[in-house]
């Protein structure tokens, strides 16, 4: 492999994941530190219609994807055999001036490096599977999924895919099964551009300025406070001029009484979770309790 990560979509829209070559991802495969193959899911699909989907055990509404398309499938795309090792990989879509960039295997060492501090005691590569039914999908796994070498995605469609696929997936796969949130997609392939960007971003080496990601909303468990640019003055609306002050400290203190302030007005519970976890300081606790709220809650009802 030359990237330090490879990913690689099963679809049958293989059109829908051009995105991926796109802005950060497509430089990440530029220099080398990403790759992307594209899989058309009809590839494997042996009848004369190329039919990949088949009406439901014990009836009711809508298709089911079959397992004999996507067992083969999957197969291929774990040893990269079979269609799999023909696909093409996907060509960042705005080539930028290489001399100005370093080699991709230099970046990749670096990465595979930063990767090392994680061990990995399990090389199967990891499968995931958008669907309304699994687990949310996080931060947290996001993180955990950028040290990983191979990610696979299968996209679902109609009722989604025959359940015994990610049983017999489990062989050759670490399956995890997410959901990007309490509604309903027509298909996987937006979650797969959702959950490819998180991930990617992370991977040492594609953000240009890594402190960047580490200040994002989730990254210590709270949401990210508003942020401002020039000019300081726009519509008669003014930047706080604590951010004018110069004042690295205070600016510091700022940002994370407006962080608080901001996760306890739309996500308390993750304020909760951050006291319940002992990362809230004494200064933390004042700021919460100038804005009128209790941080240690006893009673569900006085939260808020
Ligand atoms: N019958 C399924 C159910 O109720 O759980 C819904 C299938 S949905 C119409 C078709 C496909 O869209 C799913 O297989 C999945 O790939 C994708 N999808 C829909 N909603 C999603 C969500 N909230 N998160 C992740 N993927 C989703």
Redesign the pocket.
């Known amino acids: 492999m030359i990237g330090a990560m490879r990913i690689d979509v099963v679809t049958i829209f293989p059109e829908y994941l051009d995105p991926l070559r796109h802005a950060l991802l497509g430089r990440a495969i530029e220099r080398g530190i990403l790759e992307v193959g594209v899989h058309n899911l009809r590839d494997w699909a042996y009848d004369v219609h190329k039919a990949v989907d088949d009406t439901p055990f014990g009836g009711g509404p809508?298709m089911v994807?079959k397992p004999e398309v996507w067992g083969p499938a999957l197969d291929d795309v774990a040893a990269l055999t079979g269609p799999a090792a023909a696909d093409t990989l996907l060509d960042s879509a705005s080539p930028h001036v290489r001399s100005g960039l370093r080699a991709g295997k230099d970046a990749a060492q670096e990465t595979t490096q930063d990767a090392a501090g994680e061990p990995q005691d399990d090389d199967r590569p990891v499968l995931i599977?958008?669907?309304?039914?699994?687990r949310p999908?996080t931060q947290e796994l996001a993180q955990q999924w950028a040290s990983a070498e191979r990610l696979v995605f299968?996209?679902?469609?109609?009722?989604?895919?025959d359940q015994r696929v990610f049983t017999d997936a489990e062989q050759r796969y670490r399956v995890e099964e997410?959901?990007?949130?309490?509604?309903?997609?027509?298909?996987?392939?937006?979650?797969v551009l959702v959950i490819a960007e998180a991930v990617v971003r992370l991977i040492p080496g594609v953000l240009g300025n890594r402190a960047s990601h580490e200040e994002d909303s989730f990254q210590d468990g709270l949401l990210e406070g508003p942020s401002y640019t020039k000019p300081r003055v726009w519509r008669a609306l003014e930047v706080p001029e604590v951010l004018t002050s110069g004042n690295h400290a205070k600016v510091d203190r700022w940002r994370r009484d407006q962080s608080l302030h901001r996760t306890l007005s739309v996500r308390p519970e993750l304020v909760e979770a951050q006291e319940a976890a002992g990362q809230l300081d004494k200064k933390d606790r004042a700021t919460l309790r100038d804005l009128d709220k209790a941080v240690t809650w006893t009673d569900p009802a006085q939260k808020r």
């Open positions: 809508g994807m599977v958008p669907t309304p039914a699994g999908f299968a996209c679902g469609r109609y009722e989604g895919i997410v959901s990007l949130g309490d509604y309903v997609l027509i298909g996987g392939e937006v979650a």
